[in-house]
């Protein structure tokens, strides 16, 4: 049973516009959240995270918000550019360094 | 250079077919993961291991068995191939001077099983 989530597969946003992605988890134990970046053909590269004390991180046009109580996340990408068409995924750990990983959302950004 | 490389990038083989996939890396870090990517279930952890003499299994290990030949060497068998483990498969490392728990990917290898 897949303990984090990614319900949307895909999002679809005009260039410039902001790009909205989600994620649940539903153990408890999970106190670290991570969103990668992939193209195709490559491997998934980090791009940004959240410790559990927090409730948002930004790094240039990437903030991640937190949601302890919902167990939810999300990742915001303002603006959207074309480079940023790819999949991301949402990943949790529980100070294992283990990453538990959600399904992934296809993100096109249309010019 | 990549630091993480995974060789071939690229197979085919057929049902009953033992094959070796392999990930090197020069990161110097101690952890080191395999996963396999489906489409609409993500990526899943196959093994791990935290050093050479540490060996994991992950959440769907049947049917494969990994070795830590070295630091920077971990290796992924299938002992008898079969089609439904036609995948993506990805290597990743992790450990002293990354971030937390920031994981560094291969670029993958793509495997059909026919």
């Known amino acids: 049973d897949q303990q984090v989530k990614q319900n949307s597969p895909s999002l679809s946003v005009q260039e410039g516009r902001i790009s909205i992605l989600n994620c649940d988890y539903t153990?408890?134990?999970?106190?670290?959240f991570l969103w990668y970046k992939k193209y195709p053909a490559e491997g998934p590269t980090f791009l940004i995270s959240?410790?559990?004390?927090?409730d948002k991180n930004e790094d240039g046009r990437f903030t991640v918000f937190l949601n302890k109580s919902a167990k939810h996340l999300s990742l915001h990408i303002v603006p959207s550019q074309p480079g940023d068409s790819a999949v991301y995924f949402c990943?949790?750990?529980?100070?294992?360094?283990?990453?538990?990983f959600g399904a992934g959302t296809t993100v096109t950004v249309r010019a | 250079d990549a630091d993480v490389t995974q060789t071939p990038r690229n197979r085919i083989t057929k049902t009953g077919k033992r094959i070796m996939l392999e990930c090197s890396q020069t990161?110097?870090?101690?952890?080191m993961y395999w996963y396999r990517q489906d489409p609409g279930l993500g990526l899943r952890l196959i093994y791990y291991?935290?050093?050479?003499?540490?060996?994991n299994k992950g959440e769907i290990s049947d049917g494969y068995s990994v070795s830590r030949q070295a630091q920077a060497k971990f290796s992924l068998s299938l002992e008898s191939a079969i089609p439904n483990q036609t995948a993506l498969y990805f290597c990743?490392?992790?450990?002293?001077?990354?971030?937390?728990?920031?994981?560094?990917f291969g670029p993958g290898t793509r495997l059909t099983v026919t």
């Open positions: 990743a490392t992790s450990g002293l001077g990354s971030s937390h728990y920031e994981q560094y």
């Open positions: 153990n408890s134990m999970f106190d670290y």
């Open positions: 959240i410790s559990s004390i927090k």
């Open positions: 990943a949790a750990t529980s100070n294992d360094y283990k990453l538990s």
């Open positions: 990161k110097g870090h101690d952890r």
């Open positions: 291991s935290f050093d050479v003499k540490d060996i």
